[in-house]
């Protein structure tokens, strides 16, 4: 089984829609769950992290975890064409090393 | 902050030859940094760790004679590929972690892409 799992996608969403992403993990120790955006041919880059139960938004962000079902989600409000790229979730157990997703890639049409 | 610098940002080698890559933090000490490397729509694979002034820890399947790392110190990682062959061609991303506390937030560096010809 898979450390971290995702659908690969594509997802397609309208301009102005809310994208959800989704991510599952396995190891019920995990304490802090990352979201990466990634262009193509460009490093991740960090959007927001979460470790408590519940929502946590930052601007057009919002990531919740759910730590019970261990299942960990982004969704992005007033999606733009420039938020299409592909979307890693990455979970950590204790101090070690981040377990990456295969990514979903999102493209919102114009 | 939290930037993460690499240097350089695509390198072509013949084969054979050996290829170093820089990885900076620029504004924060980072006491541990990852080298990842990623093949064509593919996820990152992490390669190794290191640690400031001690030995790198490689993944399984990663052959540490062959990735050199060296982290001399909170600020600067390097990657040797030694002897690099045609299959080391891949995107090499180095990331750098900016505390020791929780969540142990990790910023990437803009990635190398090698080309062994």
């Known amino acids: 089984q898979k450390e971290v799992e995702q659908n690969s996608g594509p997802l397609s969403v309208p301009e102005g829609a809310i994208a959800s992403l989704n991510c599952t993990y396995s190891d019920r120790g995990s304490q802090s769950f990352f979201w990466y955006r990634q262009y193509s041919g460009k490093s991740p880059e960090l959007i927001m992290f979460i470790y408590s139960n519940g929502d946590k938004e930052d601007g057009r962000f919002t990531a919740q975890l759910n730590k019970a079902s261990q299942y960990v989600s982004l969704l992005i409000r007033d999606s733009q064409p420039s938020d299409s790229a592909t979307y890693l979730c990455a979970v950590r157990t204790g101090a070690n090393n981040l377990f990456f997703g295969t990514g979903t890639r999102l493209t919102v049409i114009p | 902050g939290a930037v993460v610098s690499q240097h350089p940002s695509w390198v ?3 084969s054979g030859t050996s290829v ?5 933090s620029l504004d924060f000490q980072a006491t541990t940094m990852f080298w990842y490397r ?3 729509k ?5 390669m190794a760790t ?3 002034g001690s030995k790198a820890t490689y993944e399984q399947g990663v052959e540490k004679d062959k990735f ?5 110190s909170l600020t600067l990682s ?4 030694t002897s690099a062959h045609p299959e080391d061609s891949s995107f090499y991303i180095c990331s750098a972690r900016r505390a020791a506390l929780v969540p142990y937030e990790q910023y990437f560096g803009p990635g190398t892409r090698l080309t062994v010809t």
């Open chain 2, 50 to 52: 290191s640690n400031e």
């Open chain 2, 20 to 24: 170093k890559i820089e990885c900076r």
């Open chain 2, 78 to 81: 390097t990657l040797t590929v």
């Open chain 2, 38 to 40: 990623q093949f064509p």
């Open chain 2, 12 to 14: 072509i080698c013949k």
């Open chain 2, 42 to 46: 593919q996820s990152l694979m992490l």
């Open chain 2, 68 to 72: 050199l790392i060296n982290h001399a």
